[in-house]
């Protein structure tokens, strides 16, 4: 079965880096599609970042671009979130996100979260 376990949450100060991590297990990495979703106190679900299957494209919102990188580590059955310049409007509940290797745009699978704060 599909498992997201995301960790690296954690509080700093405006103008740091965190690197959050999610462990895959129950689907091949390499073949599905990643998301990282973000939910601000208060707030609605956010996209943040997404990470294609096949060609490894990348696309974040404007909100991080050119802040925080997505990437995989297909042989450990990991996905990251690079984050930097981070801003107290990135304080949220950060959630990994896949369609599992379905070949369907259907992402039913979601990790727990791992709380994100930032101040300022």
């Known amino acids: 079965q599909v498992q997201l376990i995301e960790s690296g949450g954690d509080s700093v100060q405006a103008g740091g880096s965190l690197r959050l991590s999610c462990a895959a297990s129950?689907?091949?990495?390499?073949?599905?599609?990643i998301l990282w979703v973000r939910q601000a106190p208060g707030k609605g679900l956010e996209w943040v970042s997404s990470?294609?299957?096949?060609?490894?494209?990348?696309n974040s919102a404007d909100s991080v671009k050119g802040r925080f990188t997505v990437s995989r580590d297909s042989t450990k059955d990991m996905l990251y979130l690079q984050m930097n310049s981070l801003k107290s409007e990135d304080t949220a509940l950060y959630y990994c996100?896949?369609?599992?290797?379905?070949?369907?745009?259907?992402?039913?699978?979601w990790g727990q979260g791992t709380q994100v704060t930032v101040s300022s």
């Open positions: 996100v896949t369609n599992g290797d379905t070949g369907h745009f259907d992402f039913r699978y």
């Open positions: 990470l294609q299957p096949s060609t490894r494209r990348t």
């Open positions: 129950g689907f091949t990495v390499s073949n599905s599609w």
